[in-house]
């Protein structure tokens, strides 16, 4: 199998053995290890961020620093206005009860959500770990709040199904007094690496086994955070070791270069097929990670919009990590879980064009903004999923080219469709859209395109697909008998 993706390879299965492979602690032989093919089939996880910070739940993640440092004087309000003078953030912590946390729950979610894999926030930047750690006496889920192993407790559901377990890290802390004296010595110490940020890491993932290690915060140097070390143990020696995937947030010489995918910034869609494997971190509401009381039905990205990104970034070799905010009891509100249940639906009858596939020659259609292309891992399908319904059924797709023999059929709906192929457009007529299974994105599945004949010939004589107009005068030269296709 070979994506249009130069730099990326990919192994067939879920995971591959490292017995005869090992990795050296440099960027260089790290970025050498080849994508576990799961990660790149999945597609589509699930964020979580589950923190003290869903206590205040106001405006942002970032509370207790925007507070403290107040570098936004409607933090100081709320305090001021909310509660008494001496409260402090760490007075929060105990009314993180999560008493409705129900790691079933949240597991049945998610998989009805069509996701493969979650990620949940082990500790964010205020250093609350969300586990029993031995490396953070007092402030930790165990010792105060839930006194419950929210991670463990998860872990065991996620062990249940067929999902994949990510565990996100955060590599600093605002606060703590060993992080603020390494950067008073300019990083020329590393005693919080050594004593909390670095045990911690070989602890969640000795104790979880997540196959997913999700870093942040690392706003410095990656050398200063040791990164390389650790993620030599884990391709080389770690009990996730062929299965494991890490991501690009490991220090400032690595964001959107190094990792096994990148992930370059909160949000990240670029429209266009990249180089490496990457993922779009995209939070449902309006750039708010954990639970926020104060939004509204307008602050949460419509089906519409989700589903676009979701499209956009599988048709240009990403994957896409959706973030839901639990609240401070531990529940995921009916809004989060009602766009949750809106793309499962969708995924059941258009899977197919998501899952498992790869970036096809074109992305975006030449005529339309609204027209995304995928093909099947062996190249005998072509997916063109069309974000919007067409004036009078009749889809225009700008970049294909079929064969007298092609059949067009829409997923979801039985029996072939009707096309003609005019002026190198090709015109399908959908169905009347009363019977149509779909709600809000339609997938046309094309079979025997001239593009997949080309595909065939290019293999037939050697050359690997890449960028189909590389290839394209000398695949017409070796077959006359080749259609040529819009370039």
């Known amino acids: 199998m070979y994506l249009y993706i130069p730099a990326l390879v990919v192994l067939a299965g ?15 032989s790290l970025d050498t290890r080849p994508l576990p093919q799961w990660y790149d089939d999945a597609k589509f996880g699930i964020f979580i961020h589950f923190g003290v910070f869903s206590v205040p739940s106001y405006r942002s993640e970032w509370f207790w620093s925007h507070w403290q ?14 509660y008494p003078p001496n409260f402090t953030y760490q007075d929060f912590a105990p009314d993180l009860t999560a008493e409705f946390f129900d790691p079933d729950e949240w597991v049945e979610i998610i998989q009805a959500s069509g996701a493969k ?24 889920a165990k010792d105060v709040g839930p006194n419950r192993d929210i991670v463990g407790d998860l872990a065991a ?8 377990l990510g565990l996100y890290h955060s590599r600093y802390e605002w606060f703590n007094p060993l992080y603020l004296r390494d950067k008073a010595n300019n990083y020329e110490t590393q005693t919080f690496v050594d004593q909390r940020s670095m045990p911690q890491l070989y602890e969640l993932v000795n104790s979880y086994k997540p196959d997913i290690v999700w870093s942040d915060g690392a706003w410095e140097s990656s050398t200063y955070w040791k990164a390389t070390e650790f993620i030599a143990w884990l391709f080389n020696d770690s009990p996730v070791k062929d299965t494991v995937v890490v991501n690009d947030r490991w220090g400032t010489d690595s964001d959107c270069t190094h990792g096994s995918y990148v992930t370059c910034a909160d949000s990240y869609n670029p429209g266009v097929l990249q180089a490496r494997k990457w993922e779009s971190a995209l939070p449902l509401t309006n750039n708010d990670w ?32 959706l973030n839901v905010g639990p609240s401070k009891e531990g529940v995921i509100t009916p809004m989060y879980e009602e766009r949750l249940l809106q793309i499962g ?18 992305q975006n259609d030449a005529d339309s903004t609204d027209i995304w292309y995928t093909a099947s891992k062996n190249s005998s399908a072509v997916y063109a999923i069309s974000l919007s319904w067409p004036s009078g059924g009749q889809l225009a797709l700008g970049s ?26 090709v015109t399908v007529q959908l169905p009347d859209k009363d019977v149509v299974s779909s709600q809000w994105a339609w997938v046309l599945k094309l079979t025997e395109t001239q593009a997949l004949i080309q595909q065939r010939t290019a293999r037939k004589h050697g050359f690997k697909p890449r ?18 296709r819009r370039v």
């Open 14 to 28: 879920s995971c591959f053995s490292q017995d005869t492979v090992r990795y050296n602690a440099t960027w260089d």
């Open 69 to 82: 440092n107040d570098d936004q004087p409607e933090f100081a309000e709320f305090m001021a206005q909310n």
């Open 117 to 140: 894999y979650l990620v949940l926030t082990t500790k964010h930047h205020e250093g609350f770990a969300m586990w029993p750690t031995k490396h953070s006496f007092g402030w930790n």
């Open 157 to 164: 559901s996620v062990r249940k199904t067929d999902l994949h």
């Open 290 to 321: 954990g639970y926020n009381r104060e939004a509204s039905l307008s602050d949460f990205l419509s089906i519409q919009e989700l589903l676009t990104n979701l499209v956009k970034a599988v048709s240009t070799g990403g994957n896409l990590l």
């Open 345 to 362: 639906s969708w995924l059941q009858i258009n899977g197919e064009a998501i899952y498992a596939t790869k970036p096809w020659i074109h």
């Open 400 to 425: 294909v080219t079929l064969a007298e023999d092609s059949e067009v059929t829409l997923l979801g709906n039985n029996g072939a469709l009707q096309w003609t192929n005019t002026d190198d457009v």
């Open 467 to 484: 960028f189909y107009p590389r290839v394209q005068e000398r695949l017409s030269q070796l077959d006359k008998n080749t259609p040529s």
